[in-house]
């Protein structure tokens, strides 16, 4: 005899196997061209050509940094050739004429650490201070500081001459030091800066435990203000550093003439009759020149972020 199964009944509200209707597996996804990277070969080439403008003449300048000043009238190419002299035109460069060059190294340091160090630091306090404190004039001081931004400099460099002249303070440092001290654009950007990373919440919040508003600048807010700061202080050194109109008319004493007026003086010397061997130093005295520039920025590129308020306040 053979058994016979009777398939069991389906319980009641669920389907039969047979009554089912097979959905068909998910396929994957195909990857369009939207969910990668655009790239556009417009854009790269543009960019390729800013980069190149922009380091062409600095590979110019360190090839040329190289050679001698026969090979540098020689072959004054983009590539190197003959004796590589770089060591000797450092040489020759500090040493000339008594270390005249180290000197005006020198005056351009006293001139960035007291005049950009200065502005960051009044830039800092007047910024935290027109950002987080109401007062009657605040609108009258936004409009001077936007108008300060728009002038520029050299529109005001003949009547800080005359100013100067009639106080006695021309041909020294405090007349490149003293209009140094003044930086509405770093102002301008602290001021904005402190509004939006600097959370009223935390400020709110030291006060009610007792924090004095110094204690509360210097523990609470000056940490979050350290991208700004780091900004603010690489714009105002690199204007004082390359500052150049401003020492051109209010300082004639070579003893106090920063790197670029003393730059300028080698090179009127090698443009004239007989003056053409500081060539090779006017190259490498422009090379050591932009040397502490780049270093100042790759050491300081690592405060260059946003956002560190962030998180810091829960809603």
Same mark, same amino acid.
């Given at each position: ?151 520029? &400099? /050299? !529109?005001?460099?003949? +009547?800080? %001459? ?6 006695? #303070? ?5 007349? *490149? ?93 090698? &443009? /004239? !009759?007989?003056?053409? +061997?500081? %060539? ?6 422009? #090379? ?5 520039? *780049? ?21």
């Amino acid at each position: 005899m053979t058994a016979t199964t009777t398939p069991a009944p389906a319980r009641a509200g669920t389907p039969d196997r047979r009554d089912r209707v097979r959905t068909p597996l998910p396929r994957p996804r195909r990857r369009h061209s939207v969910d990668r990277p655009r790239r556009s070969v417009t854009l790269t080439l543009l960019s390729s050509l800013v980069v190149l403008y922009t380091l062409l003449p600095l590979a110019w300048l360190v090839v040329s940094a190289t050679k001698t000043q026969p090979d540098l009238l020689g072959s004054p190419g983009l590539w190197f050739s003959g004796r590589f002299a770089l060591w000797d035109n450092i040489t020759q460069t500090l040493s000339y004429d008594h270390h005249v060059f180290l000197r005006w190294l020198l005056n351009t340091l006293l001139y960035v650490v007291l005049g950009a160090g200065g502005a960051t630091l009044l830039a800092v306090l007047a910024g935290y201070g027109l950002a987080k404190f109401d007062f009657r004039g605040k609108k009258a001081v936004f409009a001077v500081v936007i108008g300060a931004v728009a002038v520029p &400099a /050299t !529109a005001l460099a003949v +009547p800080t %001459f005359l100013m100067f002249s009639k106080m006695g #303070l021309t041909n020294t440092p405090w007349a *490149v030091i003293i209009p140094s001290l003044v930086s509405p654009f770093g102002l301008y950007l602290m001021w904005v800066f402190s509004a939006e990373a600097v959370p009223a919440e935390l400020l709110e919040a030291a006060r009610v435990d007792g924090s004095g508003e110094v204690r509360t600048f210097f523990r609470i807010a000056l940490p979050l203000l350290a991208p700004g700061i780091v900004t603010v202080l690489l714009f105002t050194v690199v204007a004082t550093w390359n500052n150049y109109f401003l020492p051109l008319i209010m300082i004639k004493d070579p003893n106090w003439y920063p790197l670029t007026l003393g730059l300028n003086a080698w090179n009127d010397q090698a &443009a /004239t !009759a007989g003056g053409q +061997p500081v %060539f090779n130093l006017v190259i490498t005295g422009s #090379l050591l020149t932009i040397v502490p520039l *780049v270093a100042a920025f790759l050491l300081l590129q690592r405060y260059w972020q946003s956002g560190l308020a962030a998180g810091s306040v829960k809603e």
